[in-house]
């Protein structure tokens, strides 16, 4: 970046931070920002900040929240709690309306190759949250990988336990692809869980 | 947007003004806002604050600069101007490391058809550099397209009476292409300038 007076360099370098963007794609984004008017840059700083500043996690269940606990867990009843790896899970989740109970972000997945244990997860919350509710049902919702599968039997050995019913959202083919393109593993995996109509 | 809660909303909104982000991928870079350290969103958004205060407009060339004179024109010899559109335009060329004169940057280009004219362009500032100083070629290095070529041409035609020598960029195959995909107006453009081997 020796070509760009600093200011734009800095910015450049900035922009490189953000997932999939690139020095190129970096280096538009830049322009675009010189060519914004002065409040429109300062709104875009703006809310940078204020999103940084005053987003943190709910209290109850680790979501995404401006204020101590999330507007979910304020207004739905929990006695459905979908467990989630990240907070952005649950958003995909409300995309789809289905879901009417609570969520449960457990902050990650275990990880044994890199030291990540149940400790570094946000399980014991989850257990507090089964101990002390009239929870019926717990729905693992980690991702159908690896480190998602055995965080799902790990979490579901320690809290059937307590007398809940655990779920796990059905694998398969997705809607919509060929299942001459499908991979093997899936195709295992649907054929396996096939259903009787 | 209504899944999300204001803070998050409203950066998504800032970044989908980015050329080429859609929502998708400014919800992807506000979790990465999200997920970094106070003191990096603070730096990022004081990369932006920053580099939209200090960058302003060479007063010679029209460079992005933040000083009084660009760097470029400061040190270099005047005798070689190279007219481009726009300050990104001379990244582009510095890039090839082989023009070693001066610049100037038009702002735009005539476009008939939504009243720019050439009053809206730097062009007057491109006349008072010719006549002060001691130019003797000026590059026109607009785009090879409608609005670029009418550009060149007229302000090829004001600036040839005062005597200065008046080149454009070759226009032709690129390098690495096929001929085979090559579109007609450039091939017809490649046919009509051939060289002598």
Redesign the interface.
């Known amino acids: 970046m020796s ?6 360099g ?2 450049i ?2 922009f490189t ?4 963007v690139g020095t190129k ?1 970096a ?8 060519d ?1 008017s ?1 409040e ?16 943190r996690y709910c209290r109850v269940c680790g979501n ?3 204020m101590d606990v ?2 979910i867990c304020k207004t739905r009843k929990a006695d459905v709690i979908c467990v989630v790896k990240e907070p ?1 899970d649950i ?1 995909a989740m ?2 789809v309306h289905e879901f009417s109970g609570v969520y449960h972000v457990l902050h990650g997945t275990l990880k044994p190759s890199e030291n990540v244990g149940p400790k570094d997860l946000n399980i014991d919350g989850l257990i507090e949250r089964i101990k002390e509710g009239d929870v019926k049902e717990v729905i693992m919702a980690t991702n159908p990988d690896y480190d998602g599968e055995i965080t799902a039997m790990y979490v579901s050995s320690v809290i059937k336990p307590l007398g809940v019913k655990v779920t796990r959202l059905a694998h398969g083919i997705p809607i919509g692809s060929d299942i001459e393109y499908t991979d093997e593993v899936t195709l295992s995996r649907a054929l396996t869980d096939r259903k009787e109509l």
């Not at 070509?3 to 734009?8: A, H, K, V, Y």
């Not at 931070?17 to 999939?20: A, E, N, S």
């Not at 280096?27 to 010189?34: G, N, P, T, W």
């Open positions: 070509n760009f007076i600093e200011p734009i800095k910015l370098n900035s931070k953000l997932p999939g794609t280096q538009r984004f830049a322009y675009k920002i010189i914004m002065e429109e840059a300062l709104a875009f700083a703006e809310s940078v900040i204020n999103c940084k500043k005053k987003i995404y929240t401006d999330c507007s952005k958003f409300e995309k």
